[in-house]
């Protein structure tokens, strides 16, 4: 998919003043400072589209971004951030849930893990939820350029043993990388099949 244009649309605390569910959503989630928004500006080669910092929690809202006039990439805060008050916890939760429950063009939430940690129960617990609740994710490993290719494979395979130990069905993952452009093309390619199912008789590409 070649991106032609990708632009900011809004910053909403609360999922029911978001965009008008228009077109097909994809969300990026995963812990503070596991790489959601420098992915965002890899995928659509736009270096300062989303806000980055090294510090955790930089992300506070969720921010829609207009791809192509076709789709929205959605930068949502990141959960397990340690310096967070339990109040603020409960209320990114509070925030999270209804956005994940009645975002009626969420196509599929991208959870993203960072592929130099072993597989953590914020995380898994979280995936978890979202399968209950029947809404369809796919795991980004990220960061891959801070380590050998073996040591990401060996991670990814810890993540899918411990994940079919839930599931009899696997979900699909990708490897990346916000430096070296890794797992650009799958993601998009991905994004473009699945844009076909909101609007078969178009080319949402
Ligand atoms: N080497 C490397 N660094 C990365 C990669 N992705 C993100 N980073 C760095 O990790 C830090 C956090 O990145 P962000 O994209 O801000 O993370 P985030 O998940 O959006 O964080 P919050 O908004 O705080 O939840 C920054 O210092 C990035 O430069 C990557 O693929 N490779
Ligand atoms: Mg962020």
Not at 9 to 17: E, G, K
Not at 42 to 52: D, E, F, N, V, Y
Not at 54 to 79: A, C, E, M
């Amino acid at each position: 998919m070649v991106i032609h244009d990708a632009s900011f649309l809004t910053s909403n605390s609360r999922a029911d003043l978001c965009p008008a569910p228009i077109v097909p959503e994809y969300a990026f989630i995963g812990r503070s400072n596991v790489g959601k928004s420098s992915l965002i500006n890899m995928l659509t080669g736009r270096k300062g589209l989303a806000k980055t910092s090294s510090s955790p929690g930089k992300t506070q809202l969720i921010n829609h971004f207009s791809i192509n006039d076709k789709w929205y990439l959605v930068d949502l805060p990141g959960y397990g951030y340690a310096r967070v008050s339990k109040t603020s916890r409960a209320e990114w939760a509070k925030m999270i849930n209804y956005y994940l429950r009645n975002r009626t063009n969420l196509m599929c939430v991208c959870v993203l893990l960072d592929s130099r940690h072993p597989p953590q129960a914020a995380d898994l617990e979280f995936m978890e939820k979202l399968g209950e609740e029947g809404i369809p994710f796919v795991m980004i490993f990220t960061k891959t350029d801070k380590q050998s290719t073996s040591q990401t494979k060996a991670l990814v395979t810890d993540y899918l043993k411990k994940m079919s130990e839930i599931w009899d069905e696997l979900p699909r993952y990708f490897q990346t990388s916000a430096e070296t452009g890794l797992g650009r093309d799958e993601v998009l390619a991905f994004i473009s099949e699945i844009n076909k199912q909101w609007a078969p008789e178009t080319d949402n590409a």
